[in-house]
Nanobody, 123 residues
């Protein structure tokens, strides 16, 4: 069992930055692939970014490439999502997820989920 807790969401103006954190409890996540997803009411949960257990492989959705950076700190058992040049269309609840095994970018591939943190970007 892995408990994931997201933090760092909030209200920011377009062009601004936020850093989301995902802290894991009960088990070290150093061998787990991690991902960030986002969702708006009535819409599907979409892939944002993913990182392998070692951190050597990283994927981004095209919509965030060049603006968002995913990273992980094995000592702190935490994964981060640095979000720069935010746009109103980035507004969503952001979820952290973990899976045993190789990096993945689909909702169905993830084994554990956090409860999410809301990011609101005003125009």
């Amino acid at each position: 069992q892995v408990q994931l807790v997201e933090s760092g969401g909030g209200l920011v103006q377009a062009g601004g930055s936020l850093r989301l954190s995902c802290a894991a409890s009960y088990r070290t996540i150093s061998n787990y692939a991690m991902g960030w997803f986002r969702q708006n009411p009535g819409k599907e949960r979409d892939f944002v970014a993913a990182i392998s257990g070692t951190g050597s492989t990283i994927y981004y959705a095209d919509s965030v490439k060049g603006r968002f950076t995913i990273s992980r700190d094995h000592v702190r058992n935490t994964v981060y999502l640095q979000m720069n040049s935010l746009k109103p269309e980035d507004t969503a609840v952001y979820y952290c997820a973990a899976r045993v095994g190789s990096i993945a970018t689909t909702v169905g591939a993830m084994d554990w989920w956090g409860k999410g943190t809301l990011v609101t970007v005003s125009s």
